[in-house]
């Protein structure tokens, strides 16, 4: 059962604050990208994903595999929400030894089910795991996000081709369609067309929805969850640093910290008092 849309959106606005400020604290990280996720794993989390936050290695938990995993504040976020990890492990973003890695690592963080590092690689390890659950008889689905400026790996396509020809129903992937990648928008570093066409031609079921509309969100994943006649792709419309003015639509927050002036503005847009 997913959770009452108003307590989703409040806690997609907690993990906003909580991105800014592990970003902020470390002068360090992607904030773009982490903002712009954040409604999706809101919503994936709220009830959809079947784990267990007090048995994060429980054997047939849902897999999550965030692709672009430098966006890895967002994901720290909904698992300090979720009681995976303790909201003062935020404090050890990209702090030696902490529980919150510059990239999401299984090594150190409880929930996490992919240590990332060069994009592209995501899909093929969810593939492998939903193969894994097809063997062992398992109902569990492998959900894996990619940004969109990830899927010019050809990697990816490699994996999207597998899938298909296994015809793996309980691989879903979810492209987060920002416009922006590390150095410009996608379209001025490499065109990617019509990515519904693109992944439909792969022969994959293609969902598209307003990424930062909770309602609509969640009623995507649902869809997505259910369909299980070969693998399926959520194309999720969305803005880059969402919900900080200044953040939104500019590729030099893809991976830039605010100044303790911008932090003070992005906390009061948040409904947040600086702290």
Not at 81 to 105: A, M, N, P, W
Request: aromatic share 6%.
């Amino acid at each position: 059962m997913t959770a009452d849309i108003d307590v989703l959106e409040e806690q997609a606005r907690r993990c906003r604050v909580e991105i800014v400020k592990m970003v902020h604290r470390a002068q360090a990280g992607h904030p773009g990208g982490s903002l712009s996720e954040i409604d999706l794993l809101v919503g994936l989390y709220g009830g959809i994903l079947r784990v267990k936050p007090n048995e994060p290695d429980w054997e047939d938990r849902d897999r999550f595999i965030l692709s672009k995993g430098h966006a890895s504040p967002g994901m720290y976020a909904v698992l300090a929400e979720h009681g995976f990890i303790d909201h003062e492990d935020l404090k050890s973003y990209r702090v030696k030894g902490g529980v919150c890695q510059g990239h999401v690592d299984m090594k150190w963080c409880p929930g996490v089910d992919f240590s990332a590092g060069s994009l592209g690689m995501g899909l093929s390890f969810g593939l492998g795991c939903a193969l894994a659950a097809r063997l062992d008889g398992s109902s569990r689905q492998a959900w894996v996000m990619l940004g969109d400026g990830e899927v010019q790996e050809g990697s990816v396509w490699e994996a999207a081709m597998a899938a298909k020809h296994h015809n793996v129903g309980n691989l879903k992937a979810i492209v987060d369609v920002n416009r922006i990648q590390n150095d410009d928008f996608c379209v001025e570093q490499m065109e990617l067309h019509d990515l519904e066409a693109t992944w439909a031609s792969f022969g994959w079921e293609v969902f598209s929805v307003d990424g930062h509309d909770m309602s609509a969100v969640v009623a995507a994943l649902m869809a997505v969850s259910a369909h299980n006649d070969g693998p399926a792709v959520l194309l999720a419309q969305t803005v880059k640093g969402k919900g900080v003015s200044f953040m939104e639509d500019n590729p030099s927050f893809h991976g830039a910290a605010p100044n303790d002036e911008q932090f003070a503005q992005a906390m009061t847009e948040l409904g947040e008092v600086a702290a």
